[in-house]
């Protein structure tokens, strides 16, 4: 993900979610005024696992009982 970069006006217009996106994610903003740039950023470190995406359909247990599984069924490797 790219550092968001806005003008004054954008800033003045939108500046309370402009500041709650740099606090979730971390990634600074910057502003273009006058040719010169400036820089909203964080700064406490982010955890960046607190922003992972909880996917319950993950396997959850043994590492080793993936060694058994068989995806033939699932995969179609008939290749053209």
């Given at each position: 993900m790219m550092m968001k970069s806005v003008t004054p006006t954008?800033?003045?217009?939108?500046?309370?979610?402009?500041?709650?996106e740099v606090?979730?994610?971390?990634?600074?903003?910057?502003?273009?005024?006058?040719?010169?740039?400036?820089?909203?950023v964080l700064v406490e470190k982010v955890d960046k696992l607190q922003s992972l995406v909880?996917?319950?359909s993950v396997i959850l247990g043994d590492p080793d009982d993936l060694v058994s599984l068989s995806w033939e069924q699932e995969v179609n490797l008939d290749l053209p």
């Amino acid at each position: 993900m790219m550092m968001k970069s806005v003008t004054p006006t954008e800033l003045r217009g939108n500046l309370f979610n402009l500041l709650d996106e740099v606090l979730n994610t971390g990634l600074p903003l910057e502003i273009n005024r006058g040719g010169k740039r400036l820089r909203i950023v964080l700064v406490e470190k982010v955890d960046k696992l607190q922003s992972l995406v909880r996917r319950p359909s993950v396997i959850l247990g043994d590492p080793d009982d993936l060694v058994s599984l068989s995806w033939e069924q699932e995969v179609n490797l008939d290749l053209p």
